[in-house]
C-alpha cells in the first residue's frame, strides 16, 4: 500500500549507469559482481515512485516489461534491457489514484498491467475505515507493452457505500505452460480489508482478461483488519507445468498455501507450510518493511521454490525452502544471502524468480552487509544452481546507497529467462539533493545481468 501523494510519473533514462552514487561508502564488500550488471533508471526526476513489477515476453524474450507506482505507470524496451521506453496513459482517468502495480505476459505474448485505483486511502494501516470507491483493475496490451487498450477491466469495483471493503496488493500470474489444460488462464489475487477482518481473494480469466470470475476466498483462517501486523497479506502465486496454481501469503507468524488443480474453479484449504517471524519488522532507516513470501515453479521438474525474510537470527535474513511433492512437504530453510550469521547486516524486500528456461531460481534483495552500521545498501543478486539447495551472490550495484527514512515500497521485482535475468528497485535520492522540490524523493532503477555462459 502506498501512503505518499500522487505524483505523475516523469520520463525515462536511457543512460545505463553503472554506480548509484557518487560516494562510495559501503560498497560490496568483495562480492563478485553480476555478469554484466547494468542499471537503468527508470524516472528522469524522483517523486514518489516505488514497488515496481516486471515481466519477460515468453514470444520475444527481448521484450521486457516493467512497472511502477503512483500512479500506474509502465515502461518497456524492445531490445533486452538496454534502452526504455515509458508509455503514456497506463494510469485510469478516473480515480485520483492508483498503484500496487503487477505486470504480466500471457503464452500469446499479450501483456497485461494490474493495479488497484482509488481517490482517497482510509484511515492509516485501518484502510477499511474511511474508505471510498476502490477496486482492482486490469489493463491489456496486444502487442506486448508498447500500447495499451484505452479501459481497464474491473476485477473487483467497490463504489462507495457504508461499511465498504478495501482491495489491496494485487499480484497478477498466467499460466504458460504449454501442456497445461489450462493454458492462457490468468489469475489475480489480493487481500481485501474490511472493518472486522482481512480475507485472501482470487479471481480468474479464460479469456485474456476481459471478463474475471466472481472473487473466491482462499484463506481459511482470516486475518485482522490493519496492515501493520496480523493481517493476511503478500499474496503471490505460480503455475506449475500440469496447470496447477500455487499461491503463498503471510498470515501471522507462518506462511501459508492454497491450490488449485482445476484452474481456479475450486481450491483446497489453506494450510500452514512454515513457521516464521511476524511478517512486519522494523529496519532501521527505512519507513515500512516486511518479509511477505514469493512462489516459484520449476517447469520442468515441478520443484516449487519459496523465498522470505525475518529476522529469526536477530539480523533480518532470506530464507528459500523447496517442495519436490507439489507442496505437501518441504525442504529446510536455507539462508540466501551468504553473509556470516549474526553479522547484524540486514537482508530484505526480497523477490523470487526461477528461469523457465533452466528451473534456476534467483533472488534480488537490498543488502547491508557492507556496513558496520547497517544503514547503507547495496542491491544483490543470488542465484542456486543446485535447486535452491544453497546460493551464490553477486552484487549489482557498484556501490551503495542510504535509504534515508523513506517509503520505499512493500517489494522489489526479479524476471528470468534463458539466463538474463532483470531486476527493477526503489533507490531513494539524498534528501538534501538540490534539485528536490519535495519529501518525495525516490527513483525506480532496472538492472540487467547474463548468465548464459554460466554453467549450472
Known sequence: ?????????????????????????????????????????????????????????????????????????????????????????????NYKLSGDVSVAYDILGHAYLCYIAFDKLGTTNYWAHDATRNGVFVRHSLDGGKTWEANAEPVDEQPTHPDMPFEDKPYLVSDNNPGSPYAGALYAGWTEFSLTKSIILVSNSRDGGITWSLPYEISTHEGLPRDDNGSVEGFAAAVGPDGMFYAVWSDGDEIDLCT???????????????????????????????????????????????????????????????????????????????????????????????????????????????????????????????AGQSFLNYSWTASSFSLEDQFIGDYTALAAFNGQVYGAWTEPVSRGTAALAGANSTLVKVGTANFQSRPR
Open 1 to 93: 500500500m502506498t501512503t505518499k501523494p500522487y505524483v505523475a510519473a516523469a520520463g525515462i533514462v536511457t543512460l545505463v549507469v553503472s554506480a548509484m552514487l557518487a560516494s562510495p561508502a559501503a560498497t560490496s564488500q568483495a562480492l563478485p559482481a553480476a555478469p554484466g550488471a547494468k542499471v537503468t533508471i527508470l524516472n528522469r526526476r524522483p517523486g514518489a515512485f516505488s514497488e515496481p513489477s516486471i515481466a519477460i515476453n515468453p514470444q520475444n524474450p527481448k521484450q521486457v516489461l516493467a512497472a511502477f507506482q503512483t500512479p500506474a505507470s509502465v515502461a518497456y524496451s524492445e531490445d533486452s534491457g538496454e534502452h526504455w521506453q515509458v508509455v503514456p496513459g497506463t494510469a485510469p482517468g
Open 260 to 386: 488449485s488443480r482445476d484452474g481456479g474453479i475450486t481450491f483446497t484449504p489453506s494450510r500452514r507450510i512454515f513457521n516464521v517471524a511476524p511478517p512486519y519488522f522494523k529496519v532501521e532507516g527505512v519507513e515500512r518493511s516486511n518479509g511477505f513470501p514469493q512462489i516459484g515453479v520449476d517447469p520442468h521438474t515441478g520443484r516449487l521454490f519459496v523465498t522470505w525474510s525475518d529476522y529469526r537470527n536477530g539480523d533480518v535474513d532470506v530464507f528459500c525452502a523447496t517442495s519436490p511433492d507439489r507442496g505437501r512437504t518441504w525442504s529446510p530453510a536455507v539462508r540466501v544471502n551468504d553473509d556470516p550469521m549474526h553479522d547484524g547486516a540486514d537482508q530484505f524486500f526480497q523477490w523470487l524468480a526461477v528461469d523457465p528456461s533452466d528451473g534456476s531460481p534467483y533472488v534480488i534483495f537490498y543488502d547491508r552487509r557492507g556496513d558496520a552500521a547497517n544503514r547503507r545498501a547495496m542491491i544483490v543478486l543470488a542465484r542456486s544452481t543446485n
